[in-house]
């Protein structure tokens, strides 16, 4: 029996453009190439591949009120708090005896974000929300928590307070309770499908053939 | 019995998970729509194999540490 090995074989039409469209809408890149490449599968694989993905990440975003996607500036007020009691790194969070850059450690400290990113434009405005505070987009729903805007009279510390009493709040509902991680846990899961379908746009199906057998191997 | 009900309603996304995921990381690999469904089922029936011995050797601690302490 040959020993089969992974290779990607017809390479789809416009690789690199469909990857980019289906970064920002998961399976867009796919039914591109299947209207181009008259393939009726790749097409309705991209439909089912949008269907799914922001599906899911829509069910566990709306059911936990929309309040999953987010990006907060925890690590600055850990900075802070850190700075405040002597210099030595305490809450921040680091390696060894590297601290990390506030958005680095905020990134640690909400590590759903980095996965949620890739089910793309729905996740998106969670990170503008970060780094542009003054112009929020859709500020119900991806609120950055801890971020400071012009005239902000509340602390950092007490805007990261605030948050997490209501979430606490929300997890301490009757319908909620252990489903609040299922919720994020879907919107996690459909950002990672969107890795999977993003090189599934670049690279094509892969298929196994099989390796050809060198003369004279045993 | 509501206190019952709601300690076992997480466990309703399992299967659906299972489906969506299997689908999605099978139709990454193929375009034809007879090996990704062949290739989501035979990812479904691994991971519920796999999850499935988890649950019993879990299971059979719990009972071992249950009838011994």
Redesign the interface.
């Known amino acids: 029996m040959s020993n089969p090995s992974v290779i990607h074989s017809n390479p789809p039409p416009l690789r690199w453009q469909a990857a980019l469209m289906s970064f920002a809408v998961p399976g867009l890149g796919q039914i591109v190439q299947g209207i181009y490449g008259k393939?009726k599968?790749?097409l309705?694989?991209g439909i089912?591949?949008l269907v799914?993905?922001w599906g899911?990440f829509g069910y566990g975003f709306a059911k936990a009120e929309f309040k999953n996607v987010y990006l907060a500036h925890a690590q600055e007020q850990f900075l802070e708090e850190d700075k405040f009691a002597g210099g030595k790194r305490n809450r921040a969070f680091g390696i060894g005896g590297m601290t990390f850059s506030p958005l680095m450690g905020d990134l640690v400290n909400r590590c759903q974000y980095p996965a949620q990113f890739w089910v793309g434009i729905p996740a998106w405005p969670a990170l503008w929300n970060y780094f542009f505070a003054d112009t929020p987009i859709l500020e119900n729903y991806y609120q950055s928590p801890g971020a400071m805007k012009k005239g902000e009279v509340k602390s950092r510390q007490t805007l990261l307070e605030e948050r997490e009493a209501a979430d606490n709040t929300l997890q301490l509902k009757?319908t909620m309770?252990?489903?609040w991680d299922?919720y994020w846990?879907?919107t996690v899961?459909a950002g990672v499908?969107g890795l999977?379908?993003i090189?599934?746009a670049w690279a094509?199906?892969?298929k196994m053939v099989p390796k050809p057998v060198k003369k004279g191997a045993k | 019995m509501l206190a019952v009900v709601s300690s076992w309603d997480v466990y309703i996304h399992f299967p659906i998970l299972l489906v969506l995921v299997n689908i999605v990381y099978s139709a990454s690999r193929y375009d034809n729509w007879g090996e990704i469904l062949n290739h989501a089922v035979r990812g479904m029936v691994y991971i519920v194999f796999f999850l499935g011995m988890v649950f019993a050797v879990l299971f059979g601690l719990a009972w071992v540490v249950q009838k011994v302490f």
Do not use: Q
């Open positions: 393939s599968g790749r309705i694989k089912v591949f799914i993905i899911m009757p309770g252990r489903l299922i846990i879907y899961i499908l999977l379908v090189y599934d094509g199906p892969v």
